[in-house]
């Protein structure tokens, strides 16, 4: 009856993407992985995820960057991942983040985030 | 002199009293003999014995007194006891004429006696006449004598006058001289006082007016001497004084050039607020002139300054006189900052700081912090796709396709590969600022060295199109062959990284002034001119934004330029933003002899 819980993920690094993907699939989650912060910003329009999963370190429009877009036409749970470590917490959970997870870090622990954001997948 | 003929006036006194005595005795015996003589003829014609009588009488006094008188001059006495001579005469002369007389009255030979009395008579009127001569002579004499002692008078008055005249004139002479004398020593005196010399006395010993005045003279140059004494000890204290305040300006300036010289800025707030002591440092650190400080109160000179944390500081020093250590970021009014140092301690007059920039050190602080920033993100990454990879292999292993999980090894297996050029470039880095980067040269073929990083870099960035462009021969250089696979792996991971996939990496080499250069050109977004000469610098990264921004290229680029030195080439970039970057080193065929570049 219920569709997938959609994640959209964005990471420049094509390492990351491959086993998030995997492992959010494995998790039971609809995913689509894109590069850059210009891409997030058209698929949260159009694919309508549930969750968006947002690295902040990418060529041309960072994470901060494309958050900030973002917070102008969704309400959206965003989850940043960052290899900046904890100090990029405070501004991200200002610009409007949901979560925040440091890299380098456990799959499971954002498919915990991912899970904790999206009730309703919870009672499919 | 005068004494002389004072004494000679006195004997001619003397002489001339005694003459006026013997001239007395003189008239006495003329006037006796002129009775005598009358005696005589009233005897004759009377016989009476009146005459006869009296004669004796004058004839007795008249030998007394020439008996009695002596003359000291011996022609008078000559003539005086020729006188007594007669007396004798007379006298028996005039007894016989009264015998005579008598033998005549009674009455025996009256004409004979007679004629013997004529004879008598006769004879006596000679013998008185004589004594007569003789006292005419002798009044002579002593008229005479006096007569000349009345002229030795005269010229021993003359010559009294004159003594007293030339006397009086020496005397007046010599008056005059000691005068003149005193009045010069005087003049002298006062000469030699009002030049300065007060240690001269006059000393005149007179005891006239000049005499006292001289010793008034004396006694005020010895009050002003005593005086001048004291000015002189109060002036030799003041020489003394100025001596000590020389001695203790130079030693006073030791410590100002000291204090001046020194590293940290000294200063010394007063109670109220005053700058009192501010030394050259904590000018500069003051970013003021000392005089624009000095008597100024810290909040004129800094408004605002009482909201921050070093017046709060400041404040409880004063309060409490307690020390205070603090690191402090100062702002200045112009919106410039600082980093300081502190140490604030009480003093009597206030409070005493000191202070040292930190701001460089703050800096590199900074830039060491944002170098581990970024060097534990460059590890992060490729740490996450590793853990994430095996941990989903491990987790989900019978969901996963053979596919996925050959891709999730290969991953792994690529980003421990990069986590390995990582740590090898820190260590490298290291190595490098501590002078332990030791090259092993070796004869290196620079065509296999491409090939080498291509293949790698092929792999890691598969759909990047890497090209080597080399000439046909390409001579060797003797160069440490794994640093310089290094150098171009960090040039041509960067042209990837920053160049958007598919685009080519074009990696080329070629001989040029003796040299060799290798270069890698990508097509990605160029590097402005601001940053280009900042990107080789230590600690340093291109300024992509901050956290949330791609990092990278820092640590790579710093090694290249380490490593390319130490072979003793050059490297450069040559970008523009939008046409994408050149990144260009040499390498000399042969390495220059100079263990300094061999050893950096």
Redesign the interface.
Same mark, same amino acid.
């Given at each position: 009856m219920t569709r997938p819980v959609r994640v959209l993920v964005a990471d420049? #690094? @094509?390492?990351?993407l491959?086993?998030?993907k995997?492992?959010l699939r =494995?998790s039971g989650y609809e995913v689509m992985t894109v590069a850059s912060g210009t891409e997030a910003l058209e698929q949260a329009r159009t694919w309508a995820p549930d969750v968006l999963v947002l690295d902040?370190?990418?060529?041309g429009k *960072?994470?901060?960057q494309t958050l900030k877009e973002l917070r102008s036409f969704s309400h959206m749970p965003v989850i940043v991942l960052? %290899?900046? =470590?904890e #100090? %990029?917490r405070p501004?991200s959970l200002e610009l409007g983040a949901n979560d925040f997870i %440091?890299? @380098?870090? *456990? @799959? *499971?622990d954002l498919v915990a985030s991912i899970h904790r954001l999206t009730p309703r997948a919870s009672t499919p | 002199m005068a004494l002389v003929i004072g004494v000679g006036l006195f004997f001619s006194y003397k002489v001339v009293a005694d003459a006026q005595e013997k001239d007395r005795v003189v008239q006495q015996i003329m006037y006796s003999t002129n009775q005598l003589n009358n005696m005589v003829a009233a005897y004759v014609l009377h016989h009476e014995e009146r005459p006869k009588l009296q004669f004796l009488a004058e004839q007795e006094s008249m030998g007394s007194l020439t008996a009695r008188v002596r003359f000291p001059v011996q022609e008078q006495q000559l003539v005086v006891d020729h006188i007594r001579g007669h007396d004798e005469t007379i006298r028996s002369l005039f007894l016989k004429l009264v015998s005579s007389q008598e033998r005549i009255e009674s009455g025996q030979d009256a004409a004979l006696l007679r004629e013997a009395e004529e004879l008598l008579r006769g004879q006596l009127i000679i013998e008185i006449s004589d004594v007569l001569g003789d006292a005419t002579r002798l009044e002579s004499l002593v008229d005479e004598e006096i007569t000349s002692t009345q002229r030795t008078v005269v010229v021993l008055v003359i010559a009294l006058i004159l003594t007293a005249a030339v006397s009086l004139t020496m005397v007046l002479i010599l008056t005059m001289r000691s005068i003149t004398t005193s009045l010069a020593a005087l003049r002298r005196g006062t000469e030699v006082v009002g030049a300065g010399n007060l240690g001269h006395r006059i000393g005149l010993a007179a005891r006239d007016e000049l005499g006292l005045l001289a010793r008034s003279f004396d006694h005020m140059t010895e009050r002003l001497q005593a005086m001048t004494v004291s000015r002189e000890d109060l002036q030799q204290e003041v020489v003394e004084r100025k001596q000590a305040e020389v001695a203790l300006r130079q030693q006073e300036n030791l410590y100002h050039s000291t204090l001046d010289g020194m590293l940290e800025g000294c200063q010394i707030l007063g109670l109220d607020w005053r700058y009192l002591y501010v030394n050259d440092t904590a000018a500069r650190h003051g970013r003021r002139a000392r005089e624009d400080l000095l008597g100024r109160t810290m909040m004129e000179v800094y408004p605002g300054i009482e909201s921050t944390e070093l017046f709060v500081q400041l404040q409880r020093c004063m309060r409490d006189r307690t020390s205070h250590h603090m690191e402090n970021e100062f702002t200045y009014p112009d919106g410039g900052k600082g980093w300081f140092q502190l140490s604030i301690t009480p003093v009597p007059e206030g409070v005493f700081m000191l202070s040292l920039d930190i701001t460089e050190r703050k800096s590199m602080e900074k830039l060491k912090d944002e170098f581990i920033a970024m060097v534990s993100h460059e590890l992060r990454t490729p740490l996450t796709v590793v853990l994430g990879g095996l941990h989903t292999l491990q987790d989900h292993s019978s969901q996963l396709t053979a596919e996925e999980r050959d891709s999730l090894l290969r991953l792994a297996y690529l980003e421990a590969e990069s986590l390995t050029d990582i740590v090898g470039n820190l260590l490298e880095l290291s190595r490098a600022d501590s002078g332990r980067l030791i090259l092993e040269r070796g004869v290196v073929n620079m065509g296999v060295v491409l090939d080498g990083a291509l293949r790698k870099a092929g792999a890691q960035y598969p759909r990047h199109h890497f090209v080597a462009e080399l000439p046909a021969s390409l001579p060797e250089v003797h160069a440490d062959c794994v640093r310089l696979e290094r150098v171009l792996s960090n040039l041509v991971d960067n042209a990837a990284k920053f160049s958007p996939e598919g685009s080519p990496v074009r990696v080329f080499a070629t001989t040029r002034d003796g040299e060799m250069l290798v270069g890698v050109a990508d097509q990605g977004d160029g590097i402005s001119a601001a940053d280009q000469a900042r990107l080789f610098a230590p600690f340093e990264r291109l300024g992509r934004g901050s956290a949330g921004s791609t990092g990278g290229t820092g640590l790579g680029l710093l090694v290249c330029k380490r490593l390319v030195e130490a072979h003793g080439g050059r490297i450069w970039v040559e970008s523009e933003v939008g046409k994408g970057s050149v990144f260009q080193f040499t390498v000399p065929f042969w390495p220059i002899t100079d263990s300094r570049v061999v050893e950096r």
């Open positions: 420049d #690094e @094509p390492g990351i491959v086993f998030v995997i492992k =494995g902040l370190i990418m060529p *960072d994470g901060y960052s %290899a900046w =470590g #100090e %990029a501004k %440091a890299k @380098p870090f *456990d @799959p *499971d | -």
